[in-house]
């Protein structure tokens, strides 16, 4: 266990679908992470948040809308989805940013 | 040409060898992370890096600035040691950001 939590663990959805990821860390740490892993790809940073504020937004499409709510808590939205956005969902969470990086054991995602 | 070269992709090994996975990169970097993902997904830290050596346990992990390379070595390997071990660097610009490389598949035979 690392102190980061993740739900769902499977995710299936259609194109159409609107859905929720939610991650959760219990570490009392100040940034939070998203990260892609798609199969045979290395990891891609999506977003990352300090103290709840995005400082990062790595060029993800619309259709991927993060919220944190509060330094715990870091949710990713999904709407109409496409079929290569089937995936690995990883968050992870750090003291501060630059800090070493915890990980959640992620979601998989597959759209169909 | 990726920023973050790991190699090999995959290495294959009997129960109690010595392993070395390499890591090079290209960008000025913050830190070195070497990262490890079991079946499943999950990944752990290992360690994270700026200058010399560290060690924990049977894993050691050295970077040279001046070369801009890494390496993690495992000393009496184990089965329970496969896994994808994964480098990553922060960039000195936008340092919150991790670049990865592809990951390197380890299997330890018994």
């Known amino acids: 266990e690392t102190g980061v939590t993740q739900t769902p663990r499977h995710l299936v959805m259609g194109m159409t679908n609107k859905k929720s990821l939610k991650c959760e860390q219990h570490?009392?740490?100040?940034?939070m992470y998203w990260y892609k892993q798609s199969a045979k790809k290395p990891l891609e940073l999506m977003f990352v948040?300090?103290?709840?504020?995005?400082?990062e937004n790595n060029s993800v499409p619309s259709r991927f809308s993060p919220e944190c709510p509060n330094s715990s808590h870091l949710f990713l939205h999904l709407h109409t989805l496409q079929p290569e956005d089937s995936a690995l969902y990883l968050c992870a969470s750090s003291q501060d940013l630059r800090d070493e990086q915890f990980f959640g054991p992620g979601t998989r995602l597959t759209v169909l | 040409k990726n920023e973050v070269e790991q190699s090999p992709q995959n290495l294959t090994a009997q129960e109690g060898e010595f392993i070395t996975i390499n890591c090079s990169y290209s960008v000025g970097i913050s830190a070195l992370h070497w990262l490890q993902q079991h079946p499943g997904g999950g990944i752990v830290s290992l360690f994270m890096?700026?200058?010399g050596k560290k060690k924990h346990g049977r894993l050691i992990a050295t970077i040279n600035i001046q070369e801009k390379h890494s390496s993690l070595h495992i000393t009496a390997s184990h089965p329970r040691d496969s896994a994808v071990y994964i480098c990553?660097?922060?960039?000195?610009?936008?340092?919150?950001?991790?670049?990865f490389g592809q990951g390197t598949r380890l299997t330890i035979n018994p």
């Open positions: 890096l700026s200058s």
């Open positions: 948040y300090s103290l709840e504020e995005r400082v």
């Open positions: 990553a660097v922060g960039l000195i610009q936008g340092a919150q950001k991790l670049v």
């Open positions: 570490l009392g740490h100040n940034a």
